[in-house]
């Protein structure tokens, strides 16, 4: 599955790149985002499994309107603490280089991504639409079982990001776990262009 997606982002200040130089963050007005694939990078009777993830259109606009299905299964319930490893690599004159946690962004571990949820959605909040009309959680505990969201329509605001995640091939794995087992591990692989 190939994706490009256009993004529009705005950052002001100073931020330190994936080799710890400091540098200005750049405001980019013209980016774009393609060559987008996933894969579950664990077997397929791993405990928790993306099965499938579509999106469009080709290119997505961000600020914009995003058309994305997905679903997914977990064999057991998945809740708090839920520890979340991201590791970010990005292609650098032909090689992979991983790229540090900084500022939360990077390769980074966060022990509880059922607070990260949280975060995001305070709790006793109603989940942000598509997943309240089809009953889909937003927070921990996720129920063993299927979940399923059918074609939906998302509204993707500006995002800002530090100038060393901007144009580059990029490789991103999640592994989800608990105290003591690994639950389900996924790649994504995308590249970045921006003027």
Not at 168 to 191: F, N
């Amino acid at each position: 599955m190939k994706v490009q997606t256009g993004f529009i982002w705005g950052s002001a200040g100073t931020g330190l790149n994936p080799i710890g130089a400091v540098q200005p963050l750049r405001v980019h007005s013209d980016a774009a985002v393609s060559n987008f694939d996933w894969k579950n990078c664990w077997k397929p009777d791993a405990p928790a499994l993306l099965k499938s993830l579509t999106v469009s259109p080709d290119p997505i606009a961000i600020p914009g309107e995003l058309t994305a299905a997905a679903s997914g299964s977990t064999s057991v319930e998945l809740d708090a603490p839920l520890s979340l490893n991201v590791t970010l690599k990005k292609e650098v004159a032909g090689i992979w280089v991983k790229v540090p946690c900084l500022d939360d962004l990077g390769s980074c571990h966060y022990p509880d991504a059922c607070d990260l949820l949280d975060q995001l959605i305070p709790p006793g909040q109603d989940c942000p639409e598509p997943l309240h009309t089809y009953g889909l959680p937003c927070h921990c505990p996720f129920k063993a079982g299927l979940y399923s969201l059918p074609q939906s329509d998302f509204y993707l605001p500006n995002v800002d990001l530090p100038y060393w995640l901007t144009n580059g091939k990029y490789r991103v794995q999640g592994v989800l776990g608990v105290p003591g087992q690994e639950l389900g591990c996924l790649e994504v692989a995308l590249s970045v262009h921006s003027d």
